[in-house]
């Protein structure tokens, strides 16, 4: 079974400070792995996919198969960087997005 | 082009009736998933439609229902409510089936 863990169900940094949203998997296949983002009062819209190894509003994540992780890293938090975020992972042969729990992110002035 | 729109917003149901919540995805999208939203459990796969065909099922009773139509709107049907079912109810449409899918704002569903 395909599951995903979030640690942390709340996150809080200052701006200007690094932040890492910690994001661990199991699934026995080849993950695809994504991260989408919530804004407050807004839909729930992708950030970026493992695939594509973008940079989204200067998030990065890699992924590690080693340590089952993918995790979402940001140099320099912004204060509009405050959202929920959540990781998720698709399995391709069942077609469906296993989410994880979410971690809701608080950037402080 | 417009979004994903779900309709209602919001609904208030009493335990035991039954509810239909409709989904329209972006102008050619095919695929339409539907996920249910709460506190406790997260985001939790419901279904996924594409060319009105549905592919997978998540871990949720057959109370639970979908179908689409030949123009990609999705309904689903939950039946015979129980309160556990209160929960914001999130469609996203895409392409094709796959996880990079816009989502709309949710039907937020109360059972009373």
């Known amino acids: 079974a395909q599951r995903v863990t979030q640690p942390e169900k709340l996150l809080s940094v200052f701006k200007g400070a690094p932040v890492e949203l910690k994001c661990n998997y199991s699934?026995?296949?080849?993950?695809?792995l994504f991260w989408y983002v919530q804004y407050s009062r807004q839909r729930l819209q992708l950030l970026l996919r493992?695939?594509s190894r973008e940079s989204i509003k200067g998030f990065t994540a890699d992924l590690n198969k080693g340590e089952t992780s993918f995790h979402l890293k940001k140099p320099f938090a912004q204060e509009e960087d405050s959202a929920m975020y959540y990781c998720?992972?698709?399995?391709?042969?069942?077609?469906?997005?296993?989410f994880g729990d979410g971690t809701t992110l608080t950037v402080k002035p | 082009k417009a979004g994903v729109t779900q309709t209602p917003r919001y609904l208030i149901k009493t335990r035991g009736q039954q509810v239909t919540l409709s989904c329209s995805p972006i102008?050619?999208?095919?695929?339409v998933s539907w996920y249910q939203q709460t506190p406790g459990q997260g985001l939790q796969f419901l279904f996924e439609y594409f060319s009105e065909t549905q592919r997978n099922k998540g871990n949720f009773p057959g109370r639970f229902s979908g179908r689409q139509f030949s123009n990609s709107r999705s309904e689903m049907n939950v039946s015979t409510l129980e309160l556990g079912d209160s929960a914001l109810y999130l469609c996203?449409?895409?392409?094709?089936?796959?996880?990079?899918?816009?989502f709309g704002q949710g039907t937020r569903l109360t059972v009373v």
């Open positions: 493992h695939i």
């Open positions: 699934y026995s296949g080849s993950p695809e």
């Open positions: 998720a992972l698709y399995n391709t042969n069942a077609g469906k997005s296993t």
């Open positions: 996203a449409s895409s392409l094709v089936p796959g996880p990079e899918a816009f």
């Open positions: 102008s050619g999208h095919r695929s």
